[in-house]
């Protein structure tokens, strides 16, 4: 069963504003990842954050951890309509061998240019 | 990281028929694992698939539905059998290469059963 949820369900945005979405989950976990997804191809990883971390950037994403909350952020800055696509973020749950990962239900965003 | 050619990347098929999907990565890996991506939903574990043993599937899925095989580190199958309009989806592998370490995935296969 999907453990995390994530909202909003979908965005719609002008290209240049930021997107935010939030993902929260149930369990305790070893990371927390996040991906990307184009019309349902594969999954691109964007950035994985560990339970001691609070933050992480690469480029234009932001991501926050809060294990205290269970939840999760993700800020792209400065959006492109290119970032249209789904975002998932998926948690490796504490003590598992591997990623056997949970995900979100995603987040589908729309750059309009 | 890890490149992975999963293999078909779409078919359509007649139910009551079964498919099998290849994953191959270019490295050796210690873990394997089998997602599905029903139409407009989230990923859900399938199976973990072990070398040398019996894959382990999560609640849910069974070994006579979704056989899986992995004979060696950088190769695994999985089958869906007997197949019905339900099980359209997306099918998906991915491959971790470290611990604490992001997951890998290949491109997945687009299932169509009519």
């Known amino acids: 069963s999907q453990q995390g949820e994530e909202d909003p369900q979908a965005l719609s945005i002008q290209e240049g504003e930021n997107a935010t979405m939030n993902c929260s989950y149930k369990?305790?976990?070893?990371?927390l990842q996040w991906y990307r997804q184009n019309s349902g191809r594969g999954l691109v990883h964007l950035i994985l954050?560990?339970?001691?971390?609070r933050e992480k950037h690469s480029g234009r994403l932001r991501v926050t951890l809060d294990t205290s909350k269970k939840s999760s952020s993700l800020l792209i800055t400065a959006s492109r309509a290119a970032d249209t696509a789904s975002y998932f973020c998926?948690?490796?749950?504490?003590?598992?061998?591997?990623?056997?990962?949970?995900f979100g239900g995603g987040t589908r965003v729309l750059v309009k240019p | 990281s890890a490149v992975i050619s999963q293999k078909p990347s779409r078919d359509i098929c007649q139910r009551g028929t079964s498919l099998t999907i290849q994953c191959q990565v270019d490295?050796?890996?210690?873990?394997m694992f089998w997602y599905r991506q029903q139409p407009g939903q989230s990923l859900t574990l399938i199976a973990t698939?072990?070398?040398?043993?019996?894959?382990?599937?999560e609640s849910g899925f069974v070994i006579d539905k979704f056989p899986i095989s992995r004979p060696n580190l950088t190769f695994s199958t999985l089958t869906v059998s007997n197949m019905s309009p339900e099980d359209s989806s997306i099918y998906l592998c991915?491959?971790?290469?470290?611990?604490?370490?992001?997951?890998?995935f290949g491109q997945g296969t687009r299932l169509t059963v009519v």
């Open positions: 991915s491959v971790d290469t470290g611990r604490n370490t992001e997951a890998f």
């Open positions: 369990t305790s976990i070893n990371n």
């Open positions: 954050i560990r339970s001691n971390e």
């Open positions: 998926a948690t490796a749950p504490l003590g598992a061998a591997g990623n056997k990962l949970t």
């Open positions: 490295s050796q890996v210690t873990m």
């Open positions: 698939a072990n070398q040398g043993s019996e894959a382990t599937y």
